[in-house]
Nanobody, 122 residues
Framework: QVRLVQSGGGSVQAGGSLSLSCAPS????????MAWVRQVPGKGREKVVI???????TYGDSVKGRFTISQDTAENRLDLQMNNLTPEDSGIYYC????????????????WGQGTQVTVST
């Protein structure tokens, strides 16, 4: 059974940093497509970063140069380091896995963690 358990996040002032972690289970996450997305009330999901099954990483334009995805195979964990945060980065962040042939053709398909709130204040 595919399961994604998230941790981290919280509140920080603009310019600060936060990190998120995702603990996948029930599948080999390093061989599959993984993603972090975020959502604010009233809006659709926004791509933060996608790492496909070959390891290629693509970041959303709004986070390029500030966010970094990494994996800790020893701890079986996928992390997202977020630096130089702005209020526009606030939202609920979700870790996702797409174990099918596609790689998040839709940000609403696949398996998702429980979500983690990130709040950035001015």
């Amino acid at each position: 059974q595919v399961r994604l358990v998230q941790s981290g996040g919280g509140s920080v002032q603009a310019g600060g940093s936060l990190s998120l972690s995702c603990a996948p289970s029930g599948f080999i996450y390093s061989d599959n497509c993984m993603a972090w997305v975020r959502q604010v009330p009233g809006k659709g999901r926004e791509k933060v970063v996608i790492r496909d099954s070959s390891g290629r990483i693509t970041y959303g334009d709004s986070v390029k140069g500030r966010f970094t995805i990494s994996q800790d195979t020893a701890e079986n964990r996928l992390d997202l380091q977020m630096n130089n945060l702005t209020p526009e980065d606030s939202g609920i962040y979700y870790c996702g896995a797409d174990v099918g042939l596609a790689c998040f053709e839709s940000l609403y398909e696949g398996y998702w963690g429980q979500g983690t709130q990130v709040t950035v204040s001015t």
